[in-house]
């Protein structure tokens, strides 16, 4: 999905200003998806100007004035179109794997160090959504559960594929080639 049918999708559950689609986003997305928070206010006004969203200001004494979004019919629609739409097959870009291919042009160190240095970012993240669990099984429906499961399995695989290749790369004698 992109950015516009996820926020529509999050303005389903109720009006939000974009500070509150930003933060669900951040908890229900980040680790999940490739979607900068740069493109939330874009799609935002976008989609106010397609008539899928209204705006309204709330202005507020001694604070910030909040801008409020709220789905339409028509955004509705829009969102159950794109969550009805068939799933293609996806081709999963992943940068290691790319510089995986042409490792034989690093020496066994070098390997060894972006290998690594992966391996490490990854687990990293693997914390982070772990550190997510409370809060996301506290608000969280059945479904967004099982969103944030196959997230969670597939950090874990990913821990563990990346593991493998490490090892393998341990295991290489000094300037050969795999």
Sequence with gaps: MDVGSILLGFLMYRSM??????????????????????????ALGKMEKAGLITMRLE?????????????????RKAFLAALRTPLPVERHKNAFL????????????ERLEVATGYLNSIREAQKDLESARPRIEAHADRHQLLCFQFGVD????????????????EDEETGSKP
């Design 17 to 42: 200003t974009g500070y509150e689609l930003r933060k669900f986003f951040s908890i229900s997305f980040s680790f999940f998806s490739g979607l900068s928070y740069g493109s939330i206010y874009p």
């Design 154 to 169: 597939t950090c874990r695989d990913l821990v563990r594929n990346i593991s493998a290749v490490v090892r393998a790369l």
């Design 98 to 109: 790319v510089r995986l291919f042409f490792f034989a042009h690093l020496s066994r160190q």
């Design 59 to 75: 202005v507020r004494d001694g604070s910030p004035n909040r801008k409020v979004y709220t789905i339409t019919g028509a955004g």
